[in-house]
């Protein structure tokens, strides 16, 4: 008879044989920076998360740091909104100041420990700064102008990389936008700049909690920009518009629901694959844990292993810290 249970015999067996595994540099922490806050606010939605005041980031980063984690990847949200989003691409804006922080941070801590410091990431939109809350300036009648918006893009990728900032990830879903972005950025000499496009990012509920992560005042949704849940041919399609248009790395986002998107992406990117375990999918493995109803470490570990499986090569997820410390 043929007996698979063989290799599933001893927790050294098992060990030995596992396809896939985690490890601290594949992960990447998504870190919140709130303008004006005197002390870090925990979320609600998202038990253990704060938004960092600009003091407490440069802890988190070192804390990243002292992990091994692969990255961090910047959110700011500034005192004050409006409909151009003018914060994004001030220089000293609070995102482009987390950015400076970051940088400083992690370098000190690679200093000190002789580790890899993170790589710092910022992410590249304008929601966090538009009094309306989308992603894009408007045109008069309240539409989402694509291509209004890539100019106030290029703009900040420059602001970001004369920041600091060593990998961009522009998360608008507008179109032409990583082809503008790599120009700007060559344009000015930041050639060393990466971008992580967010090339299939749908139009999702699992994104709630984040709303709350970064003060969103969004009314409405974005689903005249971001995809929708039932395609998956689109989302390959959006892939490969960004591989075209030069990105160095492009996600899945939200993960757990768009495995399917997640392995067909993986099977025909050239460059690194990755995957966004998204705030909801914190907030409900989080809320059941919390309710007795899950066993919380297992669950964390298994929906983490299986966007890895799926083909994710790196996965920003709020557990990063705490897997770090469980896999070490
Ligand atoms: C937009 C952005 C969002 C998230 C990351 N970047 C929100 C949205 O598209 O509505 C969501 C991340 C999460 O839910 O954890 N800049």
Known sequence: MIRPRRL???????????????????????LFVKEGLTEPKP?????????????????????????????????????HRDATGSQADAPDGILNRAIRIARDAARD??????????????DLCLDEFTDHGHCGVLTPTGDVDNDATLVRYASM???QAEAGAEVV???????GQVA??????????????SILAYSAKYASAFYGPFREAVDSTLQG??????????NFREGLREADLDLAEGADMVMVKPAGSYLDVLAAVAERSDVPVVAYQVSGEYAMIEAAAANGWIDRRGAVLESVLGIRRAGADIVLTY????????IR
């Open 221 to 230: 949704d974005r689903r005249t920009y971001q995809m929708d849940s039932a």
């Open 169 to 175: 990830a522009p998360s608008g879903m507008m179109d």
């Open 8 to 30: 599933r015999s001893t927790p050294q067996m098992r060990r030995l044989v596992a396809e896939t595994r985690l490890h601290a540099a594949d992960l990447v922490l998504p």
């Open 43 to 79: 979320l609600g939605s998202m038990p253990g998360i704060v938004q960092h005041t600009e003091e407490s980031l440069a802890g988190a980063v070192a804390q990243a740091a002292a992990a091994g984690l692969g990255g961090v990847m910047l959110f700011g949200i500034p005192a």
């Open 157 to 159: 990728a420059l602001t």
């Open 319 to 326: 557990w990063a810290l705490e897997i770090a410390d469980w």
């Open 180 to 193: 503008v972005i790599r120009e700007a950025l060559d344009d000015a000499g930041h050639t060393g700049v």
């Open 109 to 122: 801590a690679a200093a000190g420990t002789g580790r890899p410091a993170p790589v710092v990431m910022a």
